[in-house]
């Protein structure tokens, strides 16, 4: 099992970009598969990015050509890079670990992003 830290969000205006960073209290590389998740008030989390441990990505269709996930080469960050960034985006972003082997899924603390002018 690891924890999951997340950082980098804020306030930011339409067009512009952040980046978010999950950091694990220990190895991502191997057996974990990551993904981004968002979520709006009375609303279900939803699967923004996620990335494999052979290093494959999936992304929902809101945000394709928009966002980027990729993990550091030690192996226990995970971002999230946001371009182009709408209104609609303004969520609180969520990191999480499956652990592939054990199915054990962990989640970190959330982080706000919010996009206004």
């Known amino acids: 099992q690891v924890q999951l830290v997340e950082s980098g969000g804020g306030l930011v205006q339409p067009g512009g970009s952040l980046r978010l960073s999950c950091a694990a209290s220990?190895?991502?590389?191997?057996?974990?598969?990551m993904g981004w998740y968002r979520q709006v008030p009375r609303k279900q989390r939803e699967l923004v990015a996620g990335l494999t441990p052979g290093g494959r990505t999936n992304y929902a269709d809101s945000v394709k050509g928009r966002f980027t996930i990729s993990r550091d080469i030690a192996g226990n960050k995970v971002y999230l890079q946001m371009d182009s960034l709408k209104s609609e985006d303004t969520a609180v972003y969520y990191c999480?670990?499956?652990?592939?082997?054990?199915?054990?899924?962990?989640w970190g603390q959330g982080t706000q992003v919010t996009v206004s002018s």
């Open positions: 220990g190895s991502i590389s191997s057996v974990y598969v």
């Open positions: 999480n670990a499956k652990n592939m082997v054990s199915d054990w899924s962990g």
